[in-house]
């Protein structure tokens, strides 16, 4: 057993481990230091914990087994998910700590002498506050969870699930909420917790169903939130100093991170939150998509044009991650500066399924840090670069956001690619992006589509210069 001044002390060094880790995955070059103060900070809490017990019965054996087992099926699924998964894998373990939230705070409702809260019936107010917000974060967190992950899946549409009068139910749901936990409080009743669960539930539901693909980083940064305040919930519920630091920080982080995303979008966090953004469909697109002159061309065009440029930015998206073909535009890149072209990256703040995801597939072809740039950055030029080549973004390059007011994504900042002398669009159709609205660069006069598979339409360029 270890003393409660040493549990304290550890659980502080933790602490400070946390918030080294947040500190180092905020840039590509320390993410690799950053991610290792987590996973030292996680080992040092779990191990202080199961020390601190002090009751080392029979029932430890399965506690170890059950590390072993969720330990083993977490690292087998981490090390087989492919980049282009990433973000349904984060979805669904957000989901697993929303559902941890929601187990605990049902445990120390049932049996609350346990964790030293009183007695059922008679638990301690401050307690049963903390437990409730817990177990209702928590369920809110695990059913958003679930959507997002069958939308991201494909199981669900990406497009936004609507129906009149959504917005007062969802109100009239949260202010339900509130109230249940007032008179849970009030009466300690079971059957209000048990209403209480299933409400949350519900509204997890009824908050993701509405909110477009276009929104789905900002959802998930949302939900890593959201996981975070439950699991600090319940650590004041546990009395645990190492849950409720790591549950704060992740629920701050991720409330910064989905309003810095929000602020880059020109969305209302809010907006986005309750499901307002996405909802509208462009009824035009599909209809006058076929009927625009659309300039094809294949990899000796694309080869032509690089070989006569003097600067080229990439644009990634998903599309590149579909196809794996970062380790292919790598090789592209480096025959290029061999021939005295200057490169640049240029990543959009929502490209990709979660916030960051580009960064990652770039860092894992080895791409320098140094040609990568935000959309603030590099904006202003591509007026002045000879050719752009967007290699499975769409969204994020959509001109229609700045001059169409009907448009879903109208108002997004995205990047102002069609000002390049000539852009190389990378795509295998002229299927609408993740927002389901057509892409107006299709159709510009200076566009020239390569219809292909991007990783091999990249090797057949690379081949060519």
């Excluded at 996680?42 to 914990?49: E, K």
């Excluded at 061309?297 to 080229?312: C, T």
Aim: charged fraction near 15%.
């Amino acid at each position: 057993m270890i003393s409660a001044n040493l549990s304290a002390i550890f659980y502080l060094v933790s602490g400070v481990l946390f918030i080294l880790a947040l500190r180092g995955l905020s840039s590509p070059e320390t993410s690799r230091q950053g991610n290792f103060f987590g996973i030292l900070g996680m080992v040092i809490a779990i191990t202080v914990t199961f020390l601190s017990t002090g009751n080392f019965s029979s029932g430890f054996i399965f506690v170890i087994i059950f590390i072993l087992a969720g330990g083993s099926i977490g690292a087998f699924i981490a090390y087989r998910i492919p980049m282009t998964a990433m973000p349904e894998l984060v979805a669904g373990f957000h989901s697993l700590v929303g559902l941890a939230a929601v187990f605990v705070a049902i445990s120390a409702f049932l049996n609350p002498e346990a964790f030293n809260l009183g007695t059922p019936g008679n638990i301690k107010l401050g307690s049963l506050i903390e437990m409730s917000i817990g177990a209702a974060v928590g369920a809110i967190t695990f059913s958003g969870s679930v959507i997002a992950f069958l939308k991201l899946q494909g199981v669900m549409s990406g497009s936004p699930i609507t129906f009149k009068g959504q917005h007062p139910l969802n109100a009239i749901i949260l202010i339900s909420i509130i109230v249940l936990i007032y008179l849970l409080c009030s009466t300690q009743s079971s059957n209000l917790f048990w209403i209480l669960l299933a409400t949350s539930f519900l509204i997890g539901f009824l908050l993701i169903i509405p909110i477009g693909g276009a929104d789905m980083p900002v959802v998930i940064s949302m939900l890593n939130s959201y996981s975070g305040w439950a699991a600090a919930g319940i650590g004041f519920t546990l009395e645990n100093t190492a849950l409720i630091i790591t549950g704060a920080l992740v629920g701050s982080s991720g409330a910064i991170l989905s309003y810095i995303m929000c602020k880059g979008m020109n969305r209302s966090f809010f907006n986005v939150i309750l499901g307002g953004f996405g909802a509208k469909e462009d009824a035009t697109s599909n209809s006058s998509k076929e009927q625009k002159p659309v300039k094809s061309g294949n990899a000796d065009d694309a080869a032509f044009l690089m070989k006569n440029a003097s600067s080229v930015i990439i644009v990634p998206g998903y599309g590149m991650a579909v196809a794996q073909a970062q380790h292919a535009l790598r090789e592209m890149v480096d025959t290029l500066k061999k021939n005295d072209i200057k490169v640049s990256y240029a990543i959009h703040p929502v490209a990709g399924r979660m916030p960051g995801h580009m960064n990652v597939l770039l860092a894992e072809a080895n791409v320098p840090y140094d040609e990568v740039f935000e959309l603030e950055e590099i904006n202003n030029d591509f007026a002045n670069a000879d050719v752009a080549f967007v290699i499975g973004a769409n969204d994020v390059t959509n001109p229609v956001a700045k001059t169409d007011p009907q448009s879903p994504i109208y108002g997004m900042p995205v990047l102002d690619v069609e000002k390049c002398k000539s852009v190389l669009f990378v795509k295998r159709s002229l299927s609408p992006g993740y927002a389901g609205i057509d892409n107006d660069l299709f159709y510009k006069e200076n566009t020239l589509m390569l219809f292909a598979d991007a990783k091999k339409m990249t090797e057949d360029i690379t081949k060519n210069l």
